[in-house]
T-cell receptor
């Protein structure tokens, strides 16, 4: 069976510090991978998605970047955090069968920038 | 403007009551999903609907996809405290290589014992 891991679970960082959040998927090959941010327990904003190693698409201009160094590893980074980067970050992988696009989410990382 | 509008945004009811939440759009979706998210956790998929007019049942939850594939509803019968959570709808537009889900902002449901 497939599993998705995220770490750390919680992170408190000062403004201006760097960031690295990691996501790994097990039990599947060549998944589509996604990074979302969720503010105040509401809707999900898609930040980045990747259809393969080294292939990253950015959805919104921001202070963050993403990388996919391995097939099942997706990393979210920042060189200098802003207060507005605080939020709940979710990684997801997806499988498509015909018109069914199903995404499976990790447990999330709660980031607080002070 | 939000591509998928969910209503109501907040709903607080007593155990045993019935409720319906809605997910509406002016766009056509090739498929639509409903997720439930509990505080501090990632969303968990409840159902995927693909065909216009499709109805799916998951125990006390009934999901319907609109005939034109632009909207969906979730009906819960005899709600229980364990149903509490954020209910999110998400859809895929078009077909081909489009694999990005568009999420609504969610309905936050609280079921009081």
């Amino acid at each position: 069976s497939q599993t998705i891991h995220q770490w750390p679970a919680t992170l408190v960082q000062p403004v201006g510090s760097p960031l690295s959040l990691e996501c790994t998927v097990e039990g599947t090959s060549n998944p589509n991978l996604y990074w979302y941010r969720q503010a105040a327990g509401r809707g999900l904003q898609l930040l980045f998605y990747s259809v393969g190693i080294g292939q990253i698409s950015s959805e919104v201009p921001q202070n963050l970047s993403a990388s996919r160094p391995q097939d099942r590893q997706f990393i979210l980074s920042s060189k200098k955090l802003l207060l507005s980067d605080s939020g709940f970050y979710l990684c997801a992988w997806s499988v498509r069968q015909g018109r069914r696009e199903t995404q499976y989410f990790g447990p999330g990382t709660r980031l607080l920038v002070l | 403007t939000q591509l998928l509008e969910q209503s109501p945004q907040f709903l607080s009811i007593q155990e045993g009551e019935n409720l319906t939440v809605y997910c509406n759009s002016s766009s056509v979706f090739s498929s639509l999903q409903w997720y439930r998210q509990e505080p501090g956790e990632g969303p968990v998929l409840l159902v995927t609907v693909v065909t216009g007019g499709e109805v799916k049942k998951l125990k006390r939850l009934t999901f319907q996809f609109g005939d034109a594939r632009k909207d969906s509803s979730l009906h819960i019968t005899a709600a229980q405290p364990g149903d509490t959570g954020l209910y999110l709808c998400a859809g895929v537009r078009g077909g081909g290589s489009n694999y990005k889900l568009t999420f609504g902002k969610g309905t936050l449901l609280t079921v009081n014992p």
